[in-house]
């Protein structure tokens, strides 16, 4: 099993490839230890000293590391995905599905800008951020600002501001004119 890796905008994250699905459907953030209970691979990641955080996407798995050097973590990363794909064991355990992240929020007014927005999310932003081992999600609309939950490799990544400004904020603002400003949550 060849397991290729990428590096992020984020330089605390690397992208691991396994050549396989990680997960079917949606995405999974896990941002500490005792979050991880949903998955055996994500608790053997949180093993390897270094490691702070992992995301899973429909095939591949980012983690983020403090401020160990990769040369030093990445073996010990690529030795447990290996073992986890190899095994056939399931990456989640049964009954764990995505991690949606409860809690949207806008007025019902708004319905159908929200519609929208979710779409532009969904066709154009979400793909391109999951090329850089991350995630973007809706999660409210109010006075004009939309609020987004960054997960995975854009969490913490330090052109994270510049991508909701520059780039999700006007695409947004040229095909919503509702919209004012897109702010993290």
Request: aromatic share 8%; proline share 6%; net charge negative.
């Amino acid at each position: 099993m060849f397991i290729q890796t990428e590096a992020t905008p984020n330089p605390a994250t690397l992208k691991f490839l396994p050549g396989k699905v990680v997960l079917p459907e949606g995405t999974y953030d896990f941002r500490s230890r005792a979050d991880a209970g949903a998955s055996p691979l994500a608790e053997k990641l949180f093993d390897v000293p270094g490691v702070v955080a992992v995301f899973f996407g429909h095939d591949f798995v980012t983690v983020t590391k403090d401020q160990t050097d990769w040369q030093h973590m990445k073996p010990a990363i690529l030795g447990v995905i290996m073992e986890q794909f190899m095994s056939g064991q399931p990456v989640m355990t049964a009954g764990q599905a995505e991690d949606t992240e409860e809690g949207e929020f806008f007025e019902e007014g708004d319905t159908d800008t929200v519609k929208t927005i979710k779409e532009l999310l969904e066709t154009r932003v979400r793909p391109a951020v999951a090329q850089d081992g991350g995630d973007i999600t809706f999660k409210g609309f109010k006075e004009g600002i939309v609020y987004l939950s960054m997960r995975g490799a854009c969490a913490g990544c330090p052109s994270s501001t510049a991508t909701l400004q520059h780039g999700i904020q006007n695409l947004l603002r040229h095909f919503v004119p509702e919209v004012e400003e897109v702010r993290p949550i």
